[in-house]
């Protein structure tokens, strides 16, 4: 594909002030969203995460039993939609899992960095699936888009795409990394159009996550693409999600910007291990630390 020219069929970003003000908007319409049913719902739409280097085996199957007795534990909320870890730990998530909904999500591709040769990405990404991995989380090469060199950013993650044919891609667009509303929105287009089934903000690797604006220009990008194509591509925002409030403010930028009908765990996830515990506490109204 051409990205180059593909990317010239769509409008700029807007511009920093044009996402302020938007963003503003969407911050006092949220309010209307800060309730149990919203915060049951964004629950549900978790990648639990689990991506320290200190997680072990025997941490992340203690990890993942409680996740599984969560269904037991509180029926009346609905579980996280998946377990985010390293490769190397999908098959002890696996071995938990196996028999409730849950799906089994892990980063790859020289996740978060996405600095190594495309070889290496493309093996570790095959190596997850055949793990067991159900949905995949890779990292458009900030370093790339930066310089410049789009086309060939895209075209790893079209390499990647073809390891990752049968299972859910999300592309990490590290959009704090990028800061600008319009080399977000160009990273974001390039990643679906090398066919990304969701678009995510962040690694949570650096200093600057997911933020409120990056959310508004990606929801945005996915729009506009969507109009131009007719696929529906997810939103997930991740890193620094922390608070019920945060979990509301993105729900919300996504009812706004996309609509009624992208609010599904099929095309709206977060990615978050505290917010998990302050989601359960909002419900409950009493101080839980589940995780």
């Known amino acids: 594909m051409d990205y180059v020219r593909e990317l010239e ?3 700029p970003a807007h511009s920093e002030a044009q996402v302020a003000k938007e963003v503003a908007k969407i911050k006092m319409a949220a309010n209307r969203n800060g309730n149990v049913d919203v915060y049951k719902f964004c629950y549900s739409a978790i990648d639990l995460t689990t991506l320290s280097c200190n997680d072990s085996r025997e941490s992340v199957q203690a990890f993942v039993r ?3 007795d969560f269904y037991e534990k ?3 909320i609905p579980n996280v939609a998946s377990i985010c870890v390293y490769p190397p730990f999908v098959e002890t998530v696996g071995l938990e899992v196996d028999g409730t909904p849950m799906r089994i999500t892990s980063v790859a ?3 978060p960095a996405s600095q190594s040769f495309i070889e290496v990405k493309a093996l570790e990404v095959a190596m997850a699936i055949e793990n067991g991995a159900d949905e995949v989380d890779i990292v458009l090469s900030p370093g790339m888009m930066l310089a410049g060199h789009e086309a060939e950013a895209a075209s790893e993650v079209e390499v ?3 390891e990752a044919k049968d299972v859910v891609l999300k592309v990490i667009i590290e959009s704090g990394a990028l800061k600008t509303p319009e080399l977000i929105r160009r990273a974001s287009l390039v990643s679906m159009f090398a066919g990304a089934d969701f678009v995510k903000t962040s690694t949570g690797k650096i200093d600057v996550a997911a933020t ?5 220009v990606m929801c945005h990008a996915i729009k506009d693409y969507y109009n131009m194509t007719g696929r529906k591509v997810g939103f997930k925002a991740a890193g620094g999600v922390r608070t019920p409030e945060d979990a509301a403010l993105y729900y919300t930028i996504v009812e706004e910007v996309l609509g009624p009908e992208w609010l599904t765990t099929d095309l709206f996830r977060i990615g978050a291990s505290s917010a998990a ?4 506490s909002a419900i409950e109204d009493k101080d839980i630390k589940y995780f």
């Open 9 to 11: 069929k769509y409008a």
């Open 66 to 68: 409680k996740a599984v």
């Open 74 to 76: 509180y029926p009346h």
């Open 109 to 111: 591709g020289a996740f």
């Open 160 to 162: 990647l795409r073809e």
């Open 212 to 216: 409120p604006e990056a959310a508004f």
């Open 277 to 280: 515990n302050n989601l359960i």
